[in-house]
């Protein structure tokens, strides 16, 4: 993972899969890009629609709990 300005360029492993992503940080949303590789490219509309629903809620600041 690296930050470049407000960009971050991110790669998480799991299973055998790497998910590659670039987070673009704006002051009023996050532009998310995903490479899905082989099979999770067929859940790409559920992610898609989990990020867009539940995004919001990842980025409150949970620490004042």
């Known amino acids: 993972s690296a930050w470049r300005g407000d960009t971050l360029d991110l ?3 799991a299973m055998g899969e790497t998910v590659a992503a670039i987070l673009d940080v704006q002051d009023s ?3 998310v890009r995903l490479a899905l590789p082989g099979m999770l490219g067929m859940f790409s509309g559920v992610i ?3 990020l867009r629903s539940q995004g919001g ?3 409150e600041d949970h620490s004042k709990r």
């Open 29 to 31: 949303k996050v532009h």
């Open 48 to 50: 898609a629609g989990a």
């Open 57 to 59: 809620r990842l980025l």
């Open 11 to 13: 790669k998480v492993a």
